[in-house]
């Protein structure tokens, strides 16, 4: 699928797992994952579009030693 009037790329997030990825959103509103190699790991995800007030926290760093 490209770009064309009845979609556009977005930035989205998967709310159960906090994962980031690009998305299509159509019309209707539905998003799905530009490409099924860009999908997060969740066994049933639920995407949406990253809106403009959304924090997204550094991870935390691992200790080295």
Do not use: Y
């Amino acid at each position: 699928m490209t770009a064309s009037d009845d979609s556009e790329k977005a930035p989205g997030v998967c709310e159960n797992c906090g994962e980031l990825l690009p998305v299509w959103v159509t019309r209707d509103g539905t998003v799905r994952p530009i490409s099924p190699h860009n999908d997060c790991s969740c066994a049933d995800p639920s995407l949406r579009v990253v809106d403009e007030d959304d924090v997204f926290e550094a991870p935390e760093e691992q200790p080295t030693e």
